[in-house]
């Protein structure tokens, strides 16, 4: 089959969970693909929605939650989104790649390609059927004016939260945020450090922010690092924020026990060697440490789902967190002392998660490509 998977860059976890199905799919032998279709546009606005949306994320995180809650208003209104209509901007761009790259399946990990080919059926556009993947523990705005063939949701548990905005249980299938096949080979603790090149004997936290260094890392680093014993270490993952990065590296670089990085390829290795991890509730990375089993301490989240994401971990144990970063900080300390805690944590994080999401999302591919 011909598999085309549409994905924007406003965060990193639905290029990855796109890039989780892919995998899969091309190891099953088919063409698939992925693509941005604002790509496909030459206006600079649309071509760099990512950028802008990183940008407004990272320095504005209170003007992201608050346009989060408008949304949820908006959903309420008799009539349709001004997303529904900005994304419908690109049918035409859209209509012209589809006609030219003949397409079987569509699959979703954004909302804004949903809305895109929603629109095109509603304008009576030839269109291949499509799947949408929720990448968070909500139904975020605008979900319910999105008219896809399936919708692949994180838990059966979060059914009512999409019914209740109308999209129809029949379409609902709740298989789980998919991983890359990195995350679910049960890889122990001493075979990762060992690649990894770190000391089968320390205490390891690890301190992330997302793809977009968020989450009051600074601050977590900060503690941790006032009251790090000998025997600990502190790997402090910036992702794409050059920034952050820059700003540890001239404040830690030199200091014994702690190591700073950028983006990088090995996050599934750094989960299964390090003992806890510290992150902002992003689901995809959420997801990726229930699946690895690694301890997990939520930070500061962006404002809007990720506060929902929160929720639901702490709601059925996955997750510990506090209100202030160092209160976090001291927390994850205070947990990995704690047996008992460690062990329902894991358990926890077992039940709620499936490990094999990907291969039930790409049966129900090729199923709906008979």
Avoid: W
């Avoid at 804004?112 to 009576?124: D, N, Q």
């Avoid at 790997?235 to 820059?246: D, F, R, S």
């Avoid at 959420?286 to 301890?295: D, K, L, R, Y």
């Avoid at 209160?327 to 805690?341: D, F, N, T, W, Y």
């Amino acid at each position: 089959m011909n598999i085309l998977i549409l994905s924007c860059d406003t965060g990193a976890g639905h290029n990855t969970t796109g890039l989780a199905v892919l995998e899969e799919l091309k190891r099953r032998g088919h063409h698939a693909k992925m693509k941005d279709p604002f790509q496909l546009s030459q206006s600079l606005i649309a071509r760099n929605i990512g950028a802008f949306y990183v940008k407004i994320v990272q320095r504005h995180p209170r003007l992201f939650g608050l346009a989060y809650r408008l949304g949820m208003l908006v959903t309420k209104m008799p009539f349709r989104s001004p997303v529904y209509y900005a994304n419908g901007l690109m049918a035409d761009h859209m209509e012209r790649y589809l006609s030219d790259n003949p397409t079987d399946i569509i699959v979703a990990p954004h909302l804004y390609p949903a809305e895109i080919l929603t629109y095109m059926k509603r304008h009576h556009i030839a269109c291949p059927k499509l799947l949408f993947i929720a990448t968070d523990y909500a139904c975020i705005p605008f979900t319910e004016e999105t008219d896809c063939d399936y919708y692949v949701i994180p838990h059966e548990s979060l059914t009512k939260s999409f019914t209740k905005r109308g999209i129809p249980p029949e379409k609902l299938k709740p298989f789980g945020i998919p991983v890359r096949s990195a995350f679910t080979r049960n890889l122990t603790k001493a075979e990762a450090r060992k690649q990894l090149g770190l000391s089968l004997h320390d205490v390891c936290y690890l301190v992330m922010g997302g793809s977009m260094g968020a989450g009051k890392v600074k601050q977590i680093v900060a503690y941790l690092a006032a009251n790090r014993q000998e025997n600990e270490q502190i790997i402090v993952i910036c992702g794409n924020n050059a920034a952050l990065g820059k700003s540890l590296l001239n404040r830690y670089g030199a200091v014994a026990g702690v190591t700073v990085l950028g983006a990088t390829r090995q996050m599934a290795l750094y989960m299964y060697a390090c003992d806890l991890l510290y992150s902002k509730p992003g689901g995809l990375t959420s997801t990726e440490a229930a699946v690895v089993g690694i301890p997990l301490v939520h930070t500061a989240p962006i404002p809007g789902c990720e506060t929902i994401n929160r929720a639901f971990f702490q709601k059925h144990g996955m997750s510990i967190s506090a209100k202030q970063a160092k209160q976090q900080a001291a927390l994850g300390r205070r947990l990995l002392h704690s047996p008992k805690a460690l062990h329902e944590m894991k358990k926890q994080q077992n039940a709620f998660t499936y490990k094999d999401s990907v291969m039930k999302i790409c049966d129900l591919i090729e199923e709906m490509g008979r």
